[in-house]
């Protein structure tokens, strides 16, 4: 297998949350809009497909519909990153294969899991991720989130971008994610081109001091984001603090109270979409906390907010 050269992707690379209509369908126009207002949030390019886009209550059909959607109308202005994680390697490959035949530029998956307990071990891993990169021949960023109940040592990710190269980003999102996207920098050197950071940017600064050249938030407020990530990538840490301070009330309720269910609330509420419901079983937010989430939101203002009014 041989490698790939690409553009190095970095900065805000937030996850396209997945409206649904009253009834549970998909909502097509809705989804133009949520792409449209993230691209407007200067975002440096759109994830889909991840778990914030609820991925796991989508059908095969819709999620075919998403990336043919997704990728025609943001048509190249932005990069788009397609999650496309699955136990068998046989579908990862071919949800990778039909992504990038698309014209996606990255994709992104966790480590193949199934519960709690059947997990692949590090051979069979490594050749489930070079299986999915000779079909897809584009980048691949891993998702080290505890979602999946794999342990991803540094030493194996590192081993696996060396040995798989086009696995040369990875989103940290595991506790004491800082320590660890220091130890994967200074051990993968080269091998790494995009460390990035996730987990709704509740940890952002830390993991950019440790050297992270991207993060994965939600689309609640990349605009907002969009400071703390400039200031700190010239060096001003104490503007980068101070934007960071402003907005982090928000994010810790989103990532506290909320979970996925605040970008769509937003959204809802500055007329994005028109339905801010998640499917069954996901429990739909509480009204006294939705109230909670948009009082904060009010206070600084994210694009999403207002974007439809």
Known sequence: MQSQKSALYNGLFPVAPTPFTDSGDLDVEGQRR???CMIDQKVDGICILANYSEQFLLSDEERRLLVDLSLSHV????????TCSH???RIAVERARYAAERGASLLMLMPPY?????KADEAHMIEHFARIA?????????????LSGVTLSVPFL???AREVPLVNYFKIEVPYAAAKLRDLIEAGDAAIAGPFDGEEAITMIADLDAGATGTMS??????LLRAVFDHHKAGRSTDAAAAYAKVLPLINYENRQCGLRAAKSVMREGN?????????????????????????ARGVNPLALRWGR
Request: charged residues 20%.
């Open 158 to 160: 590192v081993r696996l």
């Open 272 to 296: 994005v979409i028109r339905c801010d419901a998640v499917r069954h079983p996901l429990a739909q937010i509480h009204p006294k906390t939705k109230a909670g989430l948009i009082e904060l």
């Open 87 to 89: 136990f068998s390697t």
């Open 34 to 36: 949520v792409l449209d």
């Open 75 to 82: 048509a190249g202005r932005k990069p788009v990153m397609v």
């Open 114 to 118: 199934h519960g709690s307990g059947l």
């Open 218 to 223: 939600s689309a609640l407020c990349p605009d």
């Open 134 to 146: 000779d079909a897809a021949r584009i980048p691949i960023m891993v998702q080290d989130a505890p």
